[in-house]
Nanobody, 122 residues
Framework: QVHLVESGGGSVQIGDSLKLACTGSEDTFDTYDIGWFRQPPGKDREFVSHIGWRGGDIAYADSVKGRFIISRDNAKRTVYLQMSSLKPEDTAVYYC???????????????WGQGTQVTVSS
């Protein structure tokens, strides 16, 4: 089991950058693949990015490819999502989640954080 907490959300303008962090509270954090998902207002939760437990198996949704970068520092029990060239359509609650699989499917993630709000406006 792992307890995850997101941080780093906020309100920014179009084209700005923001770095989210997902921190785990247990020593087992480095045994889990971590995914980032987001839920825009009035829409379903969607996959954003995934990183394997050793930092490989990186994947991105097409909508963020080339703008977002995922990374992890297991010594700090933290996965980061560096977001650049932000657009209004990136506005959402961002969640990180833990799984034992290389997957983009939300239902295959066992542990979820509480989410952090990102708002992009003109």
């Amino acid at each position: 089991q792992v307890h995850l907490v997101e941080s780093g959300g906020g309100s920014v303008q179009i084209g700005d950058s923001l770095k989210l962090a997902c921190t785990g509270s247990e020593d087992t954090f480095d045994t889990y693949d971590i995914g980032w998902f987001r839920q825009p207002p009035g829409k379903d939760r969607e996959f954003v990015s995934h990183i394997g437990w050793r930092g490989g198996d990186i994947a991105y949704a097409d909508s963020v490819k080339g703008r977002f970068i995922i990374s992890r520092d297991n010594a700090k029990r933290t996965v980061y999502l560096q977001m650049s060239s932000l657009k209004p359509e990136d506005t959402a609650v961002y969640y990180c989640a833990g799984t034992g699989l290389v997957t983009v499917e939300a239902y295959q993630y066992l542990y979820w954080g509480q989410g952090t709000q990102v708002t992009v406006s003109s």
